[in-house]
């Protein structure tokens, strides 16, 4: 399995960037998918996650009304749209999904599949 994030980059504080992730190996349809984020020195959180239906979605409160996570199952690519961005959403951004049904979550421990990350800088 691999996930590939791109995307990420420099936008100034009230911007958009539009984060991708390619997954190969794995069928992202079938189980839940993730954006996480860590910023230096703080603990990787959950930003938004989108179940196998492509319908149900959870995201956390920092993010609620800015972010919008989607995908494409026949491209296998996992989407989020970040508007309003705000200085303290400068993190890494990762993908993640799952290998069973966990059901919906942004815990950390729901997903066995990670991408190596994009950065995203907001000033």
């Known amino acids: 399995v691999q996930l590939v994030e791109s995307g990420g980059g420099s936008a100034q504080a009230g911007g958009s960037l539009r984060l991708s992730c390619a997954a190969s190996?794995?069928?992202?349809?079938?189980?839940?998918v993730a954006w996480f984020r860590q910023a230096p020195g703080e603990e990787r959180e959950g930003v938004a996650a989108?179940?196998?239906?492509?319908?149900?979605?959870v995201y956390a409160d920092s993010v609620k009304g800015r972010f919008t996570i989607s995908k494409d199952n026949a491209k296998d690519t996992l989407y989020l749209q970040m508007d309003s961005l705000k200085p303290e959403d400068t993190a890494m951004y990762y993908c993640?999904?799952?290998?069973?049904?966990?059901?919906?979550?942004?815990?950390?421990?729901?997903?066995?599949?990670w991408g190596q990350g994009t950065q995203v800088t907001v000033s």
């Open positions: 993640a999904a799952s290998s069973r049904p966990t059901g919906l979550t942004l815990s950390v421990s729901t997903y066995n599949y």
């Open positions: 190996g794995y069928t992202i349809r079938r189980y839940a």
């Open positions: 989108i179940d196998s239906d492509s319908i149900t979605t």
